[in-house]
């Protein structure tokens, strides 16, 4: 399988940014261990993390047009402000599921809404970067399921 896993604004910070909320591993810390369990179960991985909005929308169109199965995302803020992704899943029709390190339904209010929640296949919050592992579990029985 060719599964993409994105990151959104201020998760390039990780490990520096809020360690208590978000842990001490970096991003790069995470993608590596993702990458390795992905090899050992035979599925490629690419990874992409931007700032910018548009960034990961240009991305997610180039997903389609080299027909990625499956997208794991943690959208950081745009979660609860982006309209333009949630299109953007829409309108490719990749299936994916929406990861967060922390548990966004014990943080504040404006935390609780996501835009993406309604038409991922799921949603992992509050594990940290075990997060991306479980994802990636979820990715792969769905795909072998068809
Ligand atoms: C986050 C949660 C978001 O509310 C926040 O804006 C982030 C990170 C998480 O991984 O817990 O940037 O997506």
């Known amino acids: 399988a060719n599964i993409l896993v994105l ?7 990780l490990g520096v940014r809020e360690p208590g909320l978000y842990g001490s591993q970096s991003l790069g810390d995470i993608e590596s261990a993702l990458d390795a369990k992905a090899r050992a179960l035979g599925c490629h991985l690419d990874f992409f993390q931007s700032n910018a909005e ?3 929308i ?4 180039q997903a389609f047009r080299e027909s990625v199965d ?3 995302i943690n959208p950081g803020a745009f979660t609860h402000t982006s309209i333009a992704l949630r299109d953007a899943f829409l309108a ?3 299936p994916f599921i929406e990861v967060h390190l922390s548990n966004i339904h014990a ?5 609780k809404h996501s835009y993406l929640s309604d038409i991922a ?6 594990f940290g970067g075990l997060g991306y592992e ?3 579990n979820a990715a792969l029985k769905i795909l072998e399921a068809g």
């Open 92 to 94: 490719t029709r990749i």
């Open 70 to 72: 499956f997208i794991l």
């Open 58 to 61: 240009g991305r997610i169109h």
């Open 54 to 56: 548009h960034e990961l």
């Open 107 to 111: 943080r504040e209010p404006f935390r």
């Open 134 to 136: 479980l994802a990636l």
């Open 121 to 126: 296949k799921g949603v992992i919050c509050g």
């Open 7 to 13: 990151n959104g604004p201020n998760l390039n910070l």
